[in-house]
C-alpha cells in the first residue's frame, strides 16, 4: 500500500471516529448519571458581591452545599465559617438558640436539606434589606416547598435575622 493511500486510510478511519464519536456523545448524554443533567441545566452563572439579596444567595448556596455534602470531613467546619463570615453576632445566638430548642437546623429551620433553593428581594427600608429564600425539598409537581425571610444590613451586607416566612 502506498504512503498516500495510507494517509488517505487513516484520515477516513480518524474523520469516522470523530463523527461516530459526535454522533454518539448526545445519546450517551442523555443516560448518563444525573450529576451530568445538573451540571448541564445551569448555563451560567453571575454574581455581584456588593448586592445584598445576591450575598443571601450566595451564604444559602455555600451553606446547603456544605450540609449536603454531609460525609465530607471538612462540611461541618465550612458550615460553621460560612455562619460566623455571613451572619451578625446576634444572628447566630440567635439560629443557635433555635437549634437548642427544636434540634433542627438554624438556618434551613429543617432536620434536611433542600435539593434546590432560590432567593428573591422583597424590600428594604431602615437600613436593612429583607430577602425571602425559597428552599424545594424534592424532585417533581408535588415537591413541598418553605419559605424563609432574611434580613440584611445594607452597609455590611451581613444577615441579621432570619425567620419562617409566613
Known amino acids: 500500500m ?13 474523520l469516522t471516529a470523530g463523527l461516530t464519536l459526535a454522533a454518539v456523545t448526545p445519546a450517551l448524554a442523555g443516560t448518563a448519571a444525573s450529576h451530568t443533567t445538573r ?4 448555563v451560567s452563572a453571575q454574581g455581584d458581591p456588593r448586592n445584598v439579596t445576591q450575598h443571601v444567595a450566595d451564604f444559602y448556596g455555600a451553606y446547603i452545599d456544605a450540609v449536603w455534602a454531609n460525609e465530607d470531613p471538612s462540611a461541618g467546619a465550612s458550615a460553621k465559617a460560612l455562619r460566623a463570615f455571613y451572619l451578625t453576632a446576634a444572628a447566630q445566638k440567635k439560629v443557635a438558640a433555635f437549634e437548642k430548642k427544636n434540634h433542627a437546623d438554624g438556618i434551613l429551620f429543617a432536620q434536611n436539606v433542600p435539593v434546590k433553593w432560590k432567593v428573591a428581594y422583597t424590600g428594604s427600608g431602615a437600613g436593612h434589606a429583607t430577602s425571602r429564600v425559597t428552599l424545594t425539598w424534592s424532585d417533581g409537581p408535588d415537591a413541598q416547598v418553605t419559605r424563609i425571610d432574611v434580613q440584611s444590613d445594607l452597609k455590611t451586607l451581613k444577615i441579621t435575622d432570619l425567620k419562617p416566612a409566613s
Open 39 to 42: 451540571a448541564t441545566a445551569a
Open 2 to 14: 502506498s504512503v498516500r493511500n495510507r494517509k488517505t486510510l487513516v484520515t477516513a478511519v480518524a
